[in-house]
């Protein structure tokens, strides 16, 4: 089986040879201590891991054009800068990633912000499509790996744009300007996907949202449905016209109470299943059924323990492996405690799989 053919059987309960490999990968502070413990440097992870390909399309879907990097202030201490995105940030310089900067001002506090903002999501951009898009598309027609579609985020990108405060006290002050912002999301990805979904044989779609703690949503569902909901099936509409059955969705978190509401709207593959937010991928399958696939689901933290508990995690999904619709991989990227030794044995364990 080629990657294509093994990510199809995989997340369609079909017969496969052995587990589609893939998963989120490692910080860079990690990469940097594995290089130390003996990761070759000449070979890229992806092939030293067993990774399978898997690509998603150039097609920018977010804001253009961004904004100029800025620095801000400096010390012996921190760093003050403004990113890509127009946040401003402050990072210590003692604690790299995956350290979180401090966020000190975002981008859209205003109406009027937002009608300056809102110049940058045009879907009509000449910047949302490499140069030579004719040229990649005809390469894509003989591939042997799965090509995805970034489908965007509704909650997630807008959330950076204001904050989480801001933008969960506003669907309650303002709930007309939260519509206004996700209206003009919704807008954006329908446009640019009708322009592609045609012309590319695409295998899965892929969106972000990043929209839950530890334990709990960041908004109620019945805000989910009111705003969320009616929206995400427009894009989905586009998405199941042109075939594409396999909606990924990436969310940190306790997800539990949103499962069941993207599956009404159709998005069917959830990861990265954060074991420590409590997300069981064995007691979810049981729970949602078949009807929910999922991606990583494997401790992070264990991966830095023993390779006994590394085998026993690996082993408990042995079954779930098997039955399809899972592709097992960490819970997140991999973070700088987790030794090179550790990894190896891990992807050894999930190549042997199933």
């Known amino acids: 089986m080629n990657s294509r053919e093994r990510y199809y059987a995989v997340t369609h309960y079909e017969p496969f040879d052995h587990c589609f490999q ?24 992806a092939a030293l891991a067993g990774y399978d390909r898997f690509e998603i399309a150039p097609v920018q879907t977010g804001m253009v054009p961004c904004f100029d990097y800025e620095d801000i202030e400096e010390t012996q201490d921190y760093k003050v800068y403004r990113d890509s995105s127009g946040i401003r940030k402050k990072s210590r310089k003692d604690t790299p990633p995956p350290a979180m900067p401090q966020y000190l001002e975002y981008p859209v506090r205003t ?61 309650y002050d303002d709930p007309a300007f939260v519509e206004e912002m996700m209206d003009v999301q919704c807008e954006l990805f329908v446009r640019i996907l009708k322009k592609v979904v045609l012309d590319v ?44 059955d396999i909606i990924m969705l990436d969310s940190d978190g306790n997800l539990e109470e949103l499962i069941p509401l993207w599956l009404e709207c159709g998005i069917n593959f959830i990861y990265p ?16 059924g078949k009807d929910l696939r999922m991606g990583g689901g494997m401790d992070k933290r264990i991966l830095a323990s023993s390779k006994e508990a590394i085998k026993h995690m690996v082993d408990e999904k042995r ?36």
């Open 273 to 288: 299943m954060e074991v420590a937010a409590g997300m069981d991928v064995v007691r979810l399958r049981k729970k949602f």
């Open 22 to 45: 893939w998963e989120m990968g490692p910080y860079e502070e990690t990469s940097k201590r594995w290089r130390r413990e003996g990761m070759p440097a000449d070979e890229h992870l």
């Open 111 to 171: 109406r009027q912000d937002w009608k300056e903002f809102v110049k940058r999501l045009d879907p009509d951009s000449p910047s949302r499509f490499p140069m030579w898009w004719d040229s990649i598309k005809k390469q894509y027609e003989g591939r042997d790996y799965p090509l995805g579609i970034s489908a965007g985020s509704l909650f997630g990108t807008p959330r950076n744009w204001m904050g989480v405060e801001h933008i969960t006290v506003m669907m």
């Open 319 to 354: 079954t779930l492996i098997a039955e399809g619709g899972y592709i097992p991989g960490a819970d997140h990227a991999i973070p700088p405690d987790v030794p090179w030794e550790n990894y190896i044995y891990y992807r050894q364990l999930l190549n042997e799989a199933a």
């Open 201 to 244: 044989q695409f295998d899965f779609a892929q969106m972000w949202e990043d929209m839950a703690y530890k334990t709990a949503s960041l908004i109620s569902p019945r805000h989910f449905k009111e705003f969320m909901t009616p929206r995400y099936r427009k894009i989905v509409d586009v998405l199941h016209s042109a075939g594409i």
